[in-house]
């Protein structure tokens, strides 16, 4: 393929960063680093999109998206990553929503899409379970038909920000006959129903954005059954398939890449800047070449993906492997650089300032944080392993 710059991309880009200028308030942009923005910040964003007609930027026109091209998507995140924007729900506009454009019903569209367009609901994915890993085929959280309802019992774990979030959407068993993935319904249930408790859980980096919850007795419509019973692991595989040019975090991996330039530049060793020396200059040049065969791979896979060639799965998943650990290098990387500062100066992005203000205070402020917090991205999204297991299955079809 060609990998020559677009020229309507650039326009595109142009566009997109006169909007983040003009248009989004300074105490919206520049934000500390951090897993997801804040809920506030998070439906106060979404909330300015949507006024200006991007409330949905990765969704087709005939779903009422903005109808942007692939290309045009990830211009989008590199530009709100670099302004530093609130991130965006990305469960709900990346995951769940192509689920809902391709198989709800137009009651379940009618009372959700509105409100996730409009910044009015935040979500969280209910997948994982204790003791399943990876194999979401196993899982043991049971909705047993009650009439108008199911009774949903069970325990799900990981729970991204579902302490912050308005629904969750769910994966529930309801059969045990047959293969166990046939069993699988997919739920949207609100939060705020009783039954449901959510117990946080302290990760690595000392934040609070996973959680383990609970489901007693808890009573959900069936008009929220998405699909029809045992259609839970049709509807995940597509849930999982969408997207894959995106799993390799490409504009953190620049925003990564942009601050260890700066650190260099700015660190200072026995008066020698840091840049200058032999042994940090080559670490540099061997993580930029990574991070720029990286994004011209993300091209090629959004490109597949657009045409629906079924190599985009593959490549996919070698994104997701090689995107999430070059994320780990370049992280260790810039807290190596910071020295004494990266490890202890710079422990949680929403900390308040020091008194004593530190070198590059503002650009590396929670990047001990980042750096523990992409530990786990070798893990979620499916590990490396099981996306190693997925591409070695595809190979050998082909």
């Known amino acids: 393929m060609d990998f020559q710059p677009d020229p309507g991309l650039a326009s595109f880009r142009q566009e997109i960063r006169h909007f983040l200028e003009q248009h989004v308030p300074a105490d919206l942009k520049g934000l500390p680093r951090s897993t997801r923005s804040p809920r506030h910040q998070v439906l106060r964003f979404q909330k300015l999109l949507h006024e200006h007609g991007w409330g949905a930027p990765y969704w087709a026109a005939e779903h009422g998206g903005n109808g942007w091209s692939l290309p045009e998507q990830l211009v989008f995140d590199e530009e709100c990553v670099a302004a530093g924007t609130p991130t965006q729900d990305g469960f709900v506009h990346k995951l769940l929503g192509p689920v809902l454009n391709a198989f709800a019903t137009s009651e379940q569209k009618a009372e959700h899409m509105p409100a996730i367009v409009q910044g009015e609901r935040l979500w969280c994915q209910g997948f ?143 008066g020698q800047r840091l840049i200058e020396r032999p042994e940090f200059a080559l670490k540099l040049t061997r993580l930029d070449a990574e991070l720029q065969a990286i994004g011209m791979m993300v091209q090629r896979v959004a490109k597949l993906e657009m045409e629906h060639h079924p190599d985009s799965l593959t490549l996919g998943s070698m994104l997701k492997i090689r995107g999430t650990e070059l994320q780990q290098r370049i992280t260790e990387a810039q807290v190596e650089a910071l020295g004494d500062y990266g490890a202890v100066a710079y422990a949680h992005p929403h900390d308040p300032a020091p008194d004593e203000p530190y070198p590059l205070q503002d650009t590396a402020r929670g990047i001990a944080n980042d750096m523990f917090f992409r530990r786990a991205s070798t893990i979620y999204g499916g590990t490396s392993e099981v996306q190693r297991g997925i591409i070695a299955k595809l190979l050998f079809q082909l």
């Not at 319904?185 to 690595?204: A, E, N």
Request: glycine letters at 10%; a neutral charge; proline letters at 3%.
């Open 128 to 270: 994982s379970e204790p003791g399943s890993g990876s194999d979401l085929a196993s899982l043991k959280t049971r909705a047993t038909r009650d009439g108008d309802h199911y009774v949903v019992n069970g325990q799900k774990i990981w729970t991204s920000y579902a302490h912050e979030s308005d629904w969750i959407f769910l994966l529930v068993r309801t059969s045990t006959e047959g293969k166990k993935q046939a069993g699988i319904s997919f739920l949207l249930v609100d939060m705020k129903t009783p039954g449901i408790t959510v117990r946080p859980i302290r990760s690595i980096d000392d934040c609070h954005h996973l959680n383990e919850t609970f489901f007693n007795d808890v009573r959900v419509p069936v008009g929220n059954l998405v699909g029809e019973e045992g259609a839970g692991w049709r509807i995940t595989k597509f849930l999982l398939n969408n997207e894959h040019s995106t799993a390799a975090e490409l504009p953190a991996l620049k925003r990564y890449m942009r601050e260890l330039l700066q650190f260099g530049a700015a660190q200072r060793i026995g």
